[in-house]
């Protein structure tokens, strides 16, 4: 299952475009704090990735410079 294959591994990465992010989902596949780096599109409002980002994630937006 993904939720196995992410509690075994040493990084997990998650693609997901803006319009999933804010959004309540049907089921949950691993908390944030398994998450290593969210990569997202330019369409993602810093509104919605600050709490992300707050949480430890690294954010990496498709199309513009990161840091």
């Known amino acids: 299952t993904k939720a196995a294959a992410i509690a075994s591994s040493r990084e ?8 999933k992010l ?5 089921a949950r596949v691993a908390s944030l704090d398994r ?9 993602a409002v810093d ?7 707050g949480a430890g994630l690294a954010v990496l937006v498709a199309g513009v410079d990161n840091p």
């Open 22 to 26: 804010g959004k309540v989902a049907f």
């Open 35 to 43: 998450i290593s780096l969210l990569i997202t599109d330019a369409a």
């Open 47 to 53: 509104n919605l990735l600050a709490p992300i980002r």
């Open 12 to 19: 997990s990465v998650v693609l997901a475009d803006a319009s």
